[in-house]
């Protein structure tokens, strides 16, 4: 087996499709979401992308020396973005010292434990987990705005490159990958399309626990 990450796109169109296509996001791009569903999102997002900085950092630490500059340019971003949110946080005078949701945690405790797993996973899952926002911001297509800060941070066509570079390098380590590590890193892909799926859910459901048309009461 010679596994690539579009084969894993081609061999689970419906479970991407779920990861990446959302009521949330819907919402989103008809300005129709409730302040507390995007809020919610935002806090979440941002104890989300600290764990994720830490996964990033793991991978670095595994990854052969060609794969420096890709890698150390998403950790430049990732600067970048912890202090965005916090900014976009203020603005909405939310507070970020806050407790992760179980979903939040679960994805957090996932990244974690791929601490354990060979390289050619992690770079399998660092460019399943950054694709998954970069095509679930553009795929409802321009929103309006607050949210089109949003969508831009993840669609926009820097990321997206970066995303076709993080795809590559994957490939790369997957292509001299033996076929149990390769059937591991087919695992990490649908373990995290599971929990961007989770991930939509928290946000769009739970901030409205309490409404009579939540499906999920
Ligand atoms: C849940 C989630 N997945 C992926 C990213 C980044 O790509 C993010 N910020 N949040």
Known sequence: MNLTCQQLLQNHPQVWQQATVHPFLERCYLG?????????????????????????????????????????????????????????????????????????????????????????????ALWAIELAYNQAWQLPGTMPEPYAEFANRWGNRGFTEYVKLLEKQADEALATACDRIQKQAESAFLQIASLEKDFWNMAFYLASQSSADNPKN
């Open 32 to 124: 129709t979401i409730q302040p507390q569903q995007f809020n919610t999102w935002l806090v979440q997002d941002y104890l989300f992308v600290v764990e994720f900085t830490r996964f990033v950092a793991r991978v670095l630490a595994n990854a052969p020396q060609e794969h420096f500059d890709v890698i150390l340019g998403g950790l430049s971003a990732l600067k970048d973005e912890l202090n965005w949110f916090e900014a976009k946080a203020a603005e909405r005078k939310l507070n970020l010292k806050t407790q992760k949701q179980a979903t939040t945690t679960k994805y957090s405790q996932y990244m974690a434990q791929t601490n354990e797993m060979p390289y050619p996973v992690q770079a399998t």
